[in-house]
């Protein structure tokens, strides 16, 4: 994304890399769709382009973020996963959602799972943590 750091502020390096709407939204859909595939991000209600979803997946790849491999069941098709660094933003996503369902116009089931997740604490996010890191690190 950002060619060259603007500061060296935490807040500011971290935006440089998700600050734009669709990184975080792979994200949760790799959180919490379950989503692995190219076409499968493509499909999100949000409706990303190809050529955006390539280049926030290869910067997502580049930061060390997510990983992508070969699909054994298909010569054409690549798997992206969560690293450690992908699953430590867990954190963010759900007091993203929390914020979202409290001040925005959130769909009810959508929130409710935010909520949950923000209501839980420490033990609820490390439970998922748990269940990601089994998912896409093996």
Known sequence: ????????CPISLSLELVGDRWTLL??????FAGKRHFREFLQSDEG???????????????E???????DPTHALKAIYRLTEAGIDLLPV????GAWGSKYRNA?????R????LAAGGEPAL?????????????
């Open 113 to 116: 799972i935010a909520d949950e």
């Open 93 to 96: 996503l759900v007091t993203l």
């Open 48 to 62: 990303i382009s190809s050529r955006t979803l390539a280049e926030r997946l290869q910067t997502l790849q580049d």
């Open 26 to 31: 792979i994200i949760r859909d790799l959180v």
């Open 64 to 70: 060390g973020i997510v990983t992508r491999s070969d």
């Open 107 to 111: 769909d009810d089931k959508l929130a």
């Open 1 to 8: 994304m950002a060619a060259r750091e603007r500061s060296g």
């Open 126 to 138: 490390e439970r998922m943590k748990e269940r990601l890191r089994a998912e896409h690190l093996g």
